[in-house]
Antibody, heavy 123, light 108 residues
Framework: QVQLQESGPGLVKPSQTLSLTCTVS??????????WSWIRQPAGKGLEWIGR???????NYNPSLESRLTISVDTSKNHFSLKLTSVTAADTAVYYC???????????????WGQGTLVTVSS | EIVLTQSPGTLSLSPGERATLSCRAS???????LAWYQQKPGQAPRLLIF???RRATGIPDRFSGSGSGTDFTLTISRLEPEDFAVYYC?????????FGPGTKVDIK
């Protein structure tokens, strides 16, 4: 059973960089045609897809965040990471990592999710 | 970007009743790359349906999906107490992936 776990600071100051890591257990991050994704959810609101990465390093980003966003993968540590620069209060949210099934030409739903981690942007 | 609209915003029903949730896309969702998720308070979303009508592993058959093009439906044939939650549709045919705003199914 694949499990994902987000980790990182829960509080980030405005204008600084938000950094999170998602550790995958129960299987190798290299196995299968999976993509590894980030999604966020402000309190009481809906879900926003941030972006995803394949183990080759190939990425897809949400254009609304692309200029501030970097997603990377470290297969030796079985984890992938998110960096979002120049954060503001609007970036305050629960951040989830998830596995993208990628079953059809690299397209797939999100079948395994981490429990989520709250990141608050505040001075 | 494909914008997804869900209706109704809230659905108030009793256990045992049938729930019909709608998801409409601003443009055609390619190859029916449409998924549904269930989210309960304090929990991560859970995949229910993908490819419009395929149930994810372990999902009971009271959940079913249908539709094509721009109009999709999630049906819960008989609501169980554990089904009261928020449901989101998502398209994964184009980038960025997008989610609908959600439908809350609550107890009448």
């Amino acid at each position: 059973q694949v499990q994902l776990q987000e980790s990182g600071p829960g509080l980030v100051k405005p204008s600084q960089t938000l950094s999170l890591t998602c550790t995958v257990s129960g299987g190798s991050i290299n196995t299968g045609n999976y993509y590894w994704s980030w999604i966020r959810q402000p309190a009481g609101k809906g879900l926003e897809w941030i972006g995803r990465i394949y183990t080759s390093g190939s990425t897809n980003y949400n254009p609304s965040l692309e200029s501030r966003l970097t997603i990377s993968v470290d297969t030796s540590k079985n984890h992938f990471s998110l960096k979002l620069t120049s954060v503001t209060a609007a970036d305050t949210a629960v951040y989830y990592c998830a596995r993208d099934l990628g079953y059809s030409y690299g397209r797939g739903p999100l079948d395994y999710w981490g429990q989520g981690t709250l990141v608050t942007v505040s001075s | 970007e494909i914008v997804l609209t869900q209706s109704p915003g809230t659905l108030s029903l009793s256990p045992g009743e049938r729930a019909t949730l709608s998801c409409r896309a601003s443009q055609s969702v390619s190859s029916s790359y449409l998924a549904w998720y269930q989210q309960k308070p304090g929990q991560a979303p859970r995949l229910l349906i993908f490819g419009t009508s395929r149930r994810a592993t372990g999902i009971p058959d009271r959940f079913s999906g249908s539709g094509s093009g721009t109009d999709f439906t999630l049906t819960i044939s008989r609501l169980e107490p554990e089904d009261f939650a928020v449901y989101y549709c998502q398209q994964y045919g184009s980038t960025p992936r997008t989610f609908g705003p959600g439908t809350k199914v609550d107890i009448k």
